[in-house]
């Protein structure tokens, strides 16, 4: 490699690596944020506002909180580190579809599918403590009908905190997809350079409107897949735990 070559690749590591940089730092930072808006909108109550309001900012004090917040620091940190590893100044583009599901399938980008995968899951988990309520746990008391004459306590499974966590790891794995089919690893250098500001002012409307639709997509399809599979993963959690189903909630949420 010659030494201009080997400059010009000295340099784009170094912004690559302030980008990821920043990225973090204001991931990080925006976090607790991100985390009192979800609470507020999860426990929103408008008949009664003032403990509405008062039950939220209590909530954000409470040690589980504090734990969910540092867990998806963590998460984002892991993340990012993985996105790292893609990222690339020089699209690749398959030719063809045997070349991108050869690329889907290489054990590189597996890694990275099953790694969000997982952190998106623990997302999931830590919105279903947030939320509280019928989402808190995996296992819950069976109900008096469901329980034997002898009075032997027994758990269900609670198919609420399942669907939740369940549908974190197909949203991990389907952005993990979308990463590599719509090449957001590529990292573009304009010709015509603008202040940061400036583009990032532009780009955040589209930016909140695309993950939107893209969020509402996700969803949908993995209602569909929860519909027709989700007795798969059920049975298996039912037999390896040994609890019971709950005939409370629906067959199918």
């Given at each position: 490699m010659s030494p201009v070559a080997r400059e010009h690749q000295l340099l784009l590591r170094q912004i690559l690596g302030w980008r990821a940089a920043a990225s973090i730092a204001w991931s990080v930072l925006l976090l607790p944020?991100?985390?009192?808006?979800?609470?507020?909108?999860?426990t929103i109550d408008l008949f009664h506002p003032i403990q509405w309001i008062t039950s939220s900012f209590n909530d954000l004090y409470t040690s589980y909180v504090i734990f969910c917040v540092l867990l998806m620091s963590v998460v984002i940190l892991v993340i990012s580190i993985f996105n790292v590893e893609f990222h690339t100044v020089v699209p690749s583009i398959p030719c063809s579809r045997l070349?991108?599901?050869?690329?889907?399938?290489?054990?590189?980008?597996?890694?990275h599918s099953v790694v969000h995968a997982v952190m998106g899951m623990l997302v999931a988990w830590c919105a279903a403590v947030m939320t509280k309520g019928k989402f808190l746990f995996l296992s819950v008391p069976c109900p008096p009908s469901e329980s034997s004459a002898d009075d032997v306590p027994y758990m269900c499974l609670n198919e609420y905190h399942l669907f939740l966590l369940l549908l974190g790891a197909f949203m991990g794995y389907s952005y993990s997809l979308r990463?590599?089919?719509?090449?957001?690893?590529?990292?573009?250098?304009?010709?015509?350079?603008?202040?940061?500001?400036?583009?990032?002012r532009r780009s955040l409307p589209l930016l909140a409107k695309q993950s939107c639709v893209e969020s509402f997509y996700m969803v949908r399809n993995f209602c569909a897949a929860y519909y027709f599979f989700g007795y798969i993963p059920k049975a298996w959690i039912i037999t390896?735990?040994?609890l019971r189903i709950d005939r409370r909630v629906p067959a199918k949420i």
């Open positions: 944020l991100c985390t009192a808006a979800f609470i507020s909108v999860s070349a991108l599901i050869s690329k889907v399938i290489h054990p590189q980008q597996v890694i990463y590599l089919v719509h090449h957001m690893n590529y990292l573009p250098f304009p010709i015509i350079q603008q202040y940061k500001y400036l583009r990032f390896t735990m040994n």
